[in-house]
């Protein structure tokens, strides 16, 4: 390639690239008043809260101005380049601005390009803040007034198993006077009645099935019992319950869990201290091959192992004096 190719070529990248800056440019100055206006629209606005607008409002506008002079920086020395080659080329007599300026043409293009693309970076910096100012601002239904259209569900709307789960003894009671066969109905899941009761820690509504005659040892799809999910709730009382009522207390869900690696899980002291009395397995293990005190050890359970401690002490000494 000839020298006036050359400098033809390069005076044309420069040029498209000045074009490009002048683009930025638009840009950021519309970003800075786009900012300003939204800035005027969070003071107005409650749902900004006032930590965010103190951080990322003079943030965005900052970079945004930044972005304003990087890229007129980057037009301006596109501009001067191509100024500057031609007063060269046209073999002007007085040139010493030009050569001043041209001394490393090379480097005049680096450094426009590194000005453009520092500007282009700083300018979506500043637009994901924007960004994130504009999420903020954006009201919530209750904020614009709308009501709900909606009606909220009503008691005789809901089923058995529902109500049960919400500890509306009355309701579950009244259901049952009017269908004996939903003592024991099973919901999409296989839970129970009594199933939901024990997992939410309803105990009135517990009794109450227990009396009426609900079954306590149903297993659901995935071999949960009543047991199971009270234990995993933390539910002691209603544990103490169920055992009464002669539940499998080393019965095994899905993952071969039983209600005591369940409280153990849960670091439920009282459920362990209940299940342990009651006469759970130590020794079985899950799938995971974690048996109630590897399980309370891994998971950092202090409590809960020192519970398991204290019963196999308790258990050492029964058999040492017998």
């Known amino acids: 390639m000839t020298p006036a190719a050359?400098?033809?070529?390069?005076?044309?990248?420069l040029?498209?690239?000045?074009?490009?800056?002048?683009?930025m440019s638009l840009l950021s100055a519309a970003l800075v008043f786009q900012l300003r206006a939204e800035q005027?629209?969070?003071?107005?606005?409650?749902?900004?809260?006032?930590?965010?607008?103190?951080?990322?409002?003079p943030v965005s506008a900052v970079l945004a101005a930044l972005s304003l002079v990087l890229s007129l920086s980057s037009a301006a020395a596109c501009l001067l380049h191509s100024y500057f080659a031609a007063d060269v080329c046209g073999g002007d007599g007085d040139t010493r601005g030009a050569d001043w300026f041209l001394l490393d043409s090379r480097a005049v293009r680096?450094?426009?390009?590194?000005?453009?693309?520092?500007?282009?970076?700083?300018?979506?910096?500043?637009?994901?803040?924007?960004?994130?100012?504009?999420?903020?601002?954006?009201?919530?239904?209750?904020?614009?007034?709308?009501?709900?259209?909606?009606?909220?569900?009503?008691?005789?709307?809901?089923?058995?198993?529902?109500?049960?789960?919400?500890?509306?003894?009355?309701?579950?009671?009244?259901?049952?006077?009017?269908?004996?066969?939903?003592?024991?109905?099973?919901?999409?899941?296989?839970?129970?009645?009594?199933?939901w009761a024990a997992a939410f820690g309803e105990i009135a509504v517990v009794e109450m099935l227990l009396e009426s005659g609900a079954d306590p040892t149903i297993l659901a799809r995935e071999r949960e019992s009543a047991l199971t999910l009270a234990s995993s709730g933390g539910y002691a009382d209603i544990v103490a319950i169920l055992l009464k009522?002669?539940?499998?207390?080393?019965?095994?869900?899905?993952?071969?869990?039983?209600?005591?690696?369940?409280?153990?899980?849960?670091?439920?002291?009282?459920?362990?201290?209940?299940?342990?009395?009651?006469?759970?397995?130590?020794?079985?293990?899950?799938?995971?091959?974690?048996?109630p005190m590897d399980l309370a050890v891994a998971l950092g359970h202090k409590?809960?192992?020192?519970?398991?401690?204290?019963?196999?002490?308790?258990?050492?000494?029964?058999k040492t004096k017998s």
């Open 245 to 291: 009522h002669g539940v499998d207390i080393n019965s095994y869900d899905w993952n071969g869990g039983t209600p005591l690696l369940n409280a153990v899980r849960g670091n439920h002291v009282r459920c362990v201290d209940t299940l342990l009395v009651g006469g759970a397995d130590l020794t079985f293990e899950a799938d995971s091959g974690y048996s």
């Open 6 to 13: 050359y400098a033809q070529g390069c005076s044309a990248a």
């Open 110 to 195: 680096h450094v426009a390009v590194g000005l453009f693309c520092v500007g282009v970076s700083v300018y979506l910096a500043g637009k994901m803040d924007d960004g994130l100012l504009k999420n903020s601002t954006t009201l919530t239904n209750k904020q614009r007034g709308n009501e709900v259209t909606v009606p909220p569900a009503t008691l005789d709307s809901l089923s058995v198993h529902q109500l049960a789960a919400q500890g509306e003894l009355s309701q579950v009671a009244a259901h049952l006077s009017k269908n004996a066969s939903l003592l024991n109905s099973r919901d999409e899941r296989g839970f129970t009645p009594l199933m």
């Open 40 to 57: 005027a629209a969070m003071k107005a606005s409650a749902a900004v809260p006032a930590e965010a607008s103190l951080v990322l409002a």
């Open 15 to 23: 040029a498209l690239l000045g074009l490009l800056s002048a683009v």
């Open 303 to 318: 409590k809960v192992q020192k519970a398991i401690e204290d019963h196999v002490l308790k258990l050492l000494k029964y």
